[in-house]
């Protein structure tokens, strides 16, 4: 069974760091995508970042670019975001995903076959 398990969020105030982690366990397939969703209060579920698991490439949502960060550990089937500058619009819950037997980007929760239960981040100003 895949699991994706969330961890690191948080507290920060306004111009802080937070590091997300998600571990992956269960997995079958040989690559795969992994992904950084958040969700605010009344809005959208949106993508943040994303990482190939077969080629190293990643991609940005464009309100996170140049302030996060993403990276992974594929012997762990780990994924990891590092979120600096933070701001009080990045307050969100933040999941994690993966599209399995894929290769490219493709940051739609749509295409995502397994999730983790999120972590909350709470940026004050």
């Known amino acids: 069974e895949v699991q994706l398990v969330e961890s690191g969020g948080g507290l920060v105030q306004a111009g802080g760091s937070l590091r997300l982690s998600c571990a992956g366990s269960g997995f079958t397939f040989d690559y795969y995508t992994m992904s950084w969703f958040r969700q605010a209060p009344g809005k959208e579920r949106e993508g943040v970042s994303c990482i190939s698991s077969i080629s190293g490439e990643s991609w940005y949502g464009g309100s996170v670019e140049g302030r996060f960060t993403i990276s992974s550990d594929n012997a762990k089937n780990t994924v990891y975001l590092q979120m600096n500058n933070l701001k009080p619009e990045d307050t969100a819950i933040y999941f994690c995903?993966?599209?399995?037997?894929?290769?490219?980007?493709?940051?739609?929760?749509?295409?995502?076959?397994?999730w983790g239960k999120g972590t909350p981040v709470n940026v004050s100003s």
């Open positions: 995903a993966v599209d399995p037997w894929e290769g490219l980007c493709v940051l739609r929760p749509d295409e995502m076959d397994y």
